[in-house]
């Protein structure tokens, strides 16, 4: 009987030493919802990208329409490029109805000194920035504000720009807020604003300016603004 009762002893402790309790399964853990894109807050992003904007390429090109320079000389591509704060390089490309002729003008600025080759004669004269039918020495800023500036944006579809991935927006913009781009830009002026922005950087690729700005302008005047090369080394000098 004490044999039997040893062995069932025995048992009973084997049992209890190969027993394991099994652990306690972690809480869940909470899983942030997706924020959803909002029109609004990509403008934001994008004001906020221009304003630290350093060094860029541009390129504005009438895809409706010209600027007019003076009587019979039209303006119909402005490219360059800017080093913030105090430093832009542009060539403007113009053409004369009658007769009729092609014409490039080169303007370097430095310091707030702008230089500009004569329409005929080709030497560098200094002129002040009023004269220029656009403004590039405040492009950074003048971006920002023209962003700020965007009612009613709308979220449009996903699309490439230069290879890049980006979100365009719609929206519009009164004619006068253009003023700091386009100097002259008049009042009154309901004009449609396209813009394509990399999304989370908030980068402004390209910008669409559907409508009148200036008073001259044709009603159906479209203006594409091109942005590249961000942050890239750039060396503007005035010249001789």
């Not at 542009?90 to 080759?117: C, D």
């Not at 500036?149 to 290879?163: D, I, Q, W």
């Not at 409508?211 to 503007?236: K, N, Y």
């Amino acid at each position: 009987m004490s044999a039997i009762i040893v062995v069932s002893v025995f048992a009973a402790g084997c049992a209890t030493q190969t027993t394991q309790t099994t652990p306690a399964a972690p809480p869940p853990t909470a899983t942030a919802t997706p924020v959803p894109l909002d029109a609004e807050a990509v403008l934001g992003l994008a004001a906020d990208w221009a304003l630290n904007l350093s060094t860029a390429t541009f390129a504005l090109d009438h895809w409706k329409g010209s600027t007019t320079l003076f009587p019979g000389v039209e303006m119909t591509r402005a490219s360059g490029a800017i080093d913030i704060p105090d430093k832009y390089r542009l060539v403007i490309e113009a053409q004369s109805t009658t007769p009729k002729a092609y014409f490039e003008v080169t303007v370097v600025s430095v310091g707030g000194e702008v230089r500009m080759t004569d329409f005929f004669t080709g030497r560098w004269r200094t002129v002040p920035q009023s004269v220029l039918p656009v403004d590039f020495s405040r492009l950074g800023v003048t971006l920002s504000e023209i962003v700020a500036g965007v009612v009613a944006p709308e979220l449009g579809e996903m699309e490439t720009v230069a290879g890049v991935e980006t979100r365009r927006i719609r929206g519009s913009i009164q004619s006068q807020k253009l003023a700091g781009l386009v100097p002259g830009s008049v009042e009154g002026f309901d004009v449609g604003m396209d813009l394509w922005v990399e999304i989370p950087e908030g980068v402004v690729h390209q910008v669409l300016i559907s409508g009148q700005v200036l008073s001259t302008d044709i009603p159906g005047s479209q203006r594409l603004l091109t942005l590249g090369d961000f942050g890239e080394p750039i060396t503007i000098n005035l010249p001789e």
